[in-house]
């Protein structure tokens, strides 16, 4: 089964960097404790644009000395079928280097304008690595305001929680981040705030972003 998994992830990732892209997002946070390296991609497959192909990638990596070790990278592609401007479903595979491989389906939910975008998505999976069943929520939020045509001030928050069995919450972040865009160009001051176990474990951490979109 996990060699399924790795292969089609493969070719999923493969087939979506063969197409056009219609929106990637690069960003590097790097705090006191810890460094965040992210990549977003979406792909639409279709004119009609109702099949898109969305792609994560990450890695952090923490600096602390202790003995607990909250490294963490991990893969992800996405199926989702548009159902219309707002709503779109679909599944997608996911590799963690912590957590291991789990399969997925979600629900995402998007309301955006020129200034603000929201985003919303809960979804259901089966982790391989425990063989049970879990439940996640994730959700985005953009801000900008425009000062001059090239310059342009921006608020971006991200914030993830996941509940093993559906009961039991296990890991956890907020995201936040405000800046200056030049020309395509993001950097400015960040905020991560990590959870991780039943009995959270808290890192917190506070530096410098910078984001390209392309």
């Not at 595979?93 to 955006?112: C, D, H, I, P, Q």
């Not at 960040?190 to 176990?197: A, P, R």
Request: proline fraction near 2%; include cysteine.
């Amino acid at each position: 089964m996990k060699k399924i998994i790795i292969i089609t992830s493969f070719l999923t990732i493969g087939f979506a960097n063969y197409l056009q892209a219609q929106f990637t997002q690069v960003e590097l946070f790097s705090g006191f404790d810890k460094t965040d390296f992210t990549l977003y991609s979406s792909y639409t497959l279709n004119k009609s644009k109702t099949l898109s192909i969305n792609n994560l990638a990450f890695f952090q990596k923490f600096k602390d000395t202790d003995s607990q070790v909250f490294d963490e990278a991990g893969v992800q592609p996405a199926l989702f079928w548009n159902l219309n401007k707002h709503i779109a479903i679909g599944p997608s595979l996911y590799y963690n280097s912590v957590a291991g491989y789990s399969e997925r389906f979600s629900a995402k939910f998007t309301l955006k304008n020129s200034r603000v975008l929201f985003v919303i998505i809960p979804t259901v999976a089966h982790s391989e690595q425990t063989g049970a069943s879990y439940a996640e929520a994730f959700a985005q939020f953009q801000f900008n305001t425009a000062i001059n045509e090239k310059v342009s001030l921006w608020l971006n928050g991200q914030f993830l929680t996941i509940w093993d069995a559906f009961e039991k919450q296990s890991r956890s972040f907020q995201q936040l981040r405000a800046g200056v865009s030049y020309n395509g160009h993001q950097f400015g001051v960040g905020v991560d705030f990590d959870q991780y176990g039943q009995k959270p474990i808290e890192k917190s951490s506070c530096g410098l972003y910078i984001r390209k979109t392309l």
